[in-house]
């Protein structure tokens, strides 16, 4: 069982300068090779005038934090044992390049549920201009005890 | 000026299917996704390693499948700035080989132009990859 008194506990801030290849590198590595997240003259041309990120980079920019909560000595996570169980995104505004993201976060939950034990991360990224980019939920779950 | 939305709310009823997408996973997808990501857990790349830890083969990460499945969305959509929420269950691993089925349901028209996707990924053998997932697209 992973102790309850970490529920609240904080991740962060994370620093996340987005890199125009590294977008377009994510893209294709996932498949996707639509004009707007790779190509600048496309992109020109549209309402976004540069390409922009695909909505899941936030795996990248957004879960730095959850990274953190898994290697956390505190919690002494099961990592042989731990799946991501679930993940949910919510966006509020495109990411281009060269934008400078912050992610801070905490852990949301801790609870069991049979034999489980889970863990749930939530992390908010934001922007250089401060607006709210992405709320990123990921929950771990951790078979047959939890540390 | 390119449009990059496609579908028009008015023209979306609940019930309606999205077009599906299908993908036949090797390993080198998990070797260049690890790159992509930064997330380079053994398990995804080093069939040795996944041996260890009572697997198979190594299989895709979470993450893979959910932007796959994503990429599905917003091939109907058009417009990348109108995935609102997503949300997914890891529930099947992919291995080497495996084809999974990514598709997706009109559940439910909403106020302001927002639409809520039932969405799902199934393997060749009909289980699933991701279960319980749900996506808030805004269509024009």
């Known amino acids: ?147 | 000026m390119e449009e990059l939305a496609k579908i028009k709310y008015d023209e979306v009823n609940v019930g309606d299917e999205i077009p599906t997408f299908e993908h036949t996973w090797q390993k080198m997808d998990g070797i260049i996704y690890a790159g992509a990501s930064g997330d380079f857990n053994p398990i995804h790349v080093d069939p040795d390693i996944a041996k260890l830890s009572g697997q198979p083969n190594v299989f895709a990460h979470g993450l893979f499948n959910m932007a796959l499945l994503g990429k599905t969305i917003i091939d109907w959509i058009g417009d990348p700035g109108n995935l609102k929420k997503f949300s997914v269950q890891f529930r099947g691993r992919v291995f080497p080989g495996d084809t999974v089925t990514f598709g997706g349901r009109v559940k439910e028209k909403l106020e302001g132009n927002l639409v809520v996707l039932e969405v799902w990924a199934n393997k060749q053998d009909g289980s699933p990859a991701l279960k319980n997932c749900e996506a808030t697209v805004y269509l024009p």
């Open chain 1, 1 to 147: 069982m992973v102790d309850h008194k970490f529920i609240g506990k904080t991740y962060g801030p994370f620093r996340y300068e987005i890199g125009r290849e590294k977008m377009k590198e994510y893209a294709l590595a996932t498949k996707d090779n639509r004009p707007i997240y790779i190509d600048e003259e496309f992109a020109k041309n549209t309402k976004y005038g540069d390409i922009i990120a695909m909505p899941n980079f936030a795996a990248v920019y957004g879960l730095r934090g959850a990274g953190h909560v898994l290697i956390d000595p505190e919690l002494q996570l099961n990592l042989i044992m731990l799946v991501h169980g679930a993940q949910e995104f919510e966006w509020f505004t495109v990411v281009k390049p060269g934008d400078v993201i912050t992610e801070t976060g905490k852990i949301a939950d801790i609870y069991e549920k049979g034999n489980l034990d889970f863990v749930v991360y939530e992390g908010e990224s934001r922007n250089q201009n401060g607006e709210l980019v992405c709320r990123a939920k990921a929950t771990f779950i951790i078979t047959g005890g939890g540390s």
